[in-house]
C-alpha cells in the first residue's frame, strides 16, 4: 500500500457528504423492494440484495445502517425506521444461542440507538433507555454462554462447535464489554456468577495467541500479522490443533475479512480497555499486560495489511489466492476488479480502514508518532473506497460499496456474464462499516464526540 502523508481528514469532507446522499438512496431502495419474510439480506446480486441462508448474522446491520444515517445526517425518518424494526425483529438475535455473531446484530442495533440517547442526539426516555439496555445485557450474557475451556483460557466458539475459534469473533467481545459495563450479572448452574469482563480477556487472548501470528515460528507460514481464519481446538483437553479456513484459501492463507476483523476488533477494544481502571483488572494479570498483547496483535494486523494490499489500499480476498501469481507485480498497482484472477474485496477494506484509523488515534493520543503511518493509511483506504470504482453511484444498484465477496470458496458470489471472477457486487457488512467508518471520521471532523461502540454505557 502506497501511503499517502499529505492527505487530511478535512479533505475528505465532501466525499463523506457525497457518501450520505447515496446511502439515503440505498437504505431506501433496500426497504421498499427487499422481501423480509426471505430472511436477512445478505449480499446483491445484479444490484438487488438478496439471501443466503447459513446464520442470521446480518439484520443488524441492515437496521443499524438505518441508525447510522440519522446519526450522520440527522434525518429522522432513518431513526424512526431503524428504531422500528430493531424493535420488531430484533429479538430473536438477542435470545440466540446458536451464532457467535451478537456483537454484529444487537450492538449495531440496541447498542447504537443506546449511545445516542446517551450522547443526547435522541430524547431520553427511560422506558425506552431500559428497554435497549436489558436486551443488550442479555445479548452479552447469551454470547458469553458459548464457551469453550482451553489450557489457558477459554473462547466464545463458533457455530462450527466447540472446537472452532473463528478470528470474526473479536468484534462480538462488544456485547460482553457492554452487558458488563451495563452492569449485568451472569449466572450459570447452581447460581454461579460467571465474570463477563473475565471472559471477554480470555477471547481477546485466545485470539491474540492462535488467530494471529508473530513470525515467531509457529508453522513454515508463520508471518507477522498473519491470521487464520479459524483455530481449531481438542474439546477434551484444550489443546490447539491446526489452523483452518472456512471462507479463505486455505488455513495458512490469510483471509482478508478475516485479518480486517482483527484489525478493528483489537483497535476498538483497546480504545475500551484505555477507560478502564487498574483495579477492575487486578486478577486479570494487569491492564498493562493485557494492553501489551492487544497492542501487538493490532500492530502487528495492521501492518500486514498495508503491506499485502494493493497501491490504493484495496486487498484481494485472500493474500494466497491461487490465481494471485499470473498478475505479476500487483501490489505495486491499484487493485483491479475487473482482472480475470481473482476478486479483490472491498468489505475487507471497509473494515480495516477503521481498524487503521482507530490504531492510528489510539497511537496519537499516547504521543507515539508510529501512529501516524496507521492514521494516514487508514484515510487513503477510506479516500479509495469513497470514490468509483468502489462507491456505488448507479442509483438503482442496492448496494454502496461495490466488489464485496461473501463465500468465495463455496461460490456463493455472483459472477456477471463475460466475467470469470464476481466483481460488482456489494454486501450487508461491507456497507454497513464503510457507514461506520465515514460516521467515525466525519464525527472527528466536525469535533463531536469520539464515537465508540462503548459510548452506550
Not at 446491520?61 to 425483529?89: H, M, N, P, W
Not at 446484530?105 to 440507538?113: A, D, E, F, I, P
Not at 454462554?145 to 468484534?171: C, E, P, Y
Not at 472491498?346 to 480495516?352: D, H, K, P, Q, V
Request: glycine fraction near 10%; charged fraction near 25%.
Amino acid at each position: 500500500m502506497k501511503i499517502n502523508h499529505e492527505l487530511k481528514a478535512s479533505d475528505l469532507k465532501s466525499k463523506l457528504g457525497r457518501f450520505w446522499e447515496l446511502s439515503a438512496k440505498k437504505i431506501k431502495l433496500v426497504e421498499e423492494d427487499y422481501d423480509e419474510s426471505k430472511g436477512s439480506p445478505v449480499f446483491t446480486v445484479n444490484g438487488k440484495y438478496s439471501t443466503r441462508g447459513w446464520t442470521e448474522w446480518t439484520q443488524g446491520f441492515q437496521y443499524g445502517s438505518s441508525i447510522l444515517q440519522f446519526d450522520a445526517t440527522g434525518e429522522k425518518s432513518f431513526l424512526e425506521t431503524g428504531r422500528k424494526k430493531t424493535v420488531e425483529a430484533m429479538a430473536p438475535h438477542v435470545s440466540h444461542t446458536g451464532v457467535h455473531d451478537h456483537g454484529f446484530n444487537n450492538v449495531s442495533t440496541y447498542g447504537n440507538l443506546l449511545r445516542l440517547m446517551k450522547e443526547e442526539k435522541i430524547s431520553f426516555d427511560q422506558w425506552e433507555k431500559n428497554f435497549y439496555e436489558l436486551a443488550l445485557k442479555i445479548s452479552g450474557a447469551v454470547q458469553a454462554s458459548r464457551w469453550t475451556v482451553i489450557k489457558n483460557g477459554g473462547f466464545i466458539h463458533s457455530f462450527n462447535g466447540a472446537h472452532s475459534l473463528f478470528v470474526d469473533t473479536i468484534r462480538s467481545c462488544r456485547a460482553l464489554v457492554v452487558s458488563h459495563g451495563l452492569g449485568h450479572i451472569f449466572q450459570g448452574e447452581g447460581d454461579v456468577k460467571i465474570n463477563l469482563l473475565e471472559r471477554t480477556i480470555q477471547h481477546l487472548k485466545a485470539t491474540a495467541d492462535y488467530s494471529v501470528f508473530y513470525g515467531e515460528g509457529r508453522d513454515s507460514y508463520d508471518a507477522w500479522g498473519r491470521t487464520a481464519h479459524e483455530s481449531v481446538f481438542n474439546v477434551k483437553d484444550g489443546n490447539f490443533r491446526c489452523p483452518n479456513s472456512q471462507q479463505g484459501f486455505s488455513g495458512f492463507t490469510t483471509w482478508t475479512r478475516g485479518l480486517a476483523w482483527a484489525m478493528c476488533g483489537f483497535a476498538e477494544e483497546l480504545e475500551w480497555l484505555d477507560t478502564m481502571k487498574e483495579a477492575d483488572f487486578e486478577n486479570f494479570g494487569g491492564k498493562n499486560s493485557i494492553e501489551l498483547f492487544m497492542l501487538k496483535a493490532a500492530k502487528a494486523t495492521c501492518d500486514f495489511y498495508i503491506e499485502n494490499s494493493c497501491a490504493d489500499g484495496i486487498p484481494y480476498w485472500d493474500t494466497g489466492a491461487p490465481g494471485l501469481y499470473k498478475m505479476g507485480d500487483y501490489l505495486n498497482k491499484p487493485a483491479d476488479p475487473f482482472n480475470s484472477c481473482e476478486p479483490v474485496e472491498s468489505s475487507a477494506a471497509a473494515i480495516g480502514a477503521q481498524g487503521l484509523l482507530r490504531l492510528g488515534k489510539y497511537l496519537q493520543n499516547k504521543a507515539d508518532k508510529s501512529g501516524d503511518r496507521y492514521w494516514q493509511a487508514g484515510l487513503c483506504l477510506l479516500n479509495t473506497l469513497l470514490d468509483e470504482p468502489y462507491l456505488s453511484t448507479n442509483e438503482s444498484h442496492q448496494g454502496i460499496i461495490l466488489h464485496s465477496i461473501y463465500h468465495r470458496p463455496n461460490g456463493w458470489d455472483h459472477i456477471h456474464p463475460g466475467s470469470k471472477i464476481p466483481n460488482g457486487e456489494s454486501s450487508m457488512w461491507g456497507d454497513y462499516h464503510a457507514r461506520e467508518a465515514c460516521l467515525y471520521l466525519q464525527r472527528i471532523i466536525n469535533n463531536e464526540k469520539y464515537y465508540t461502540f462503548f459510548n452506550c454505557i
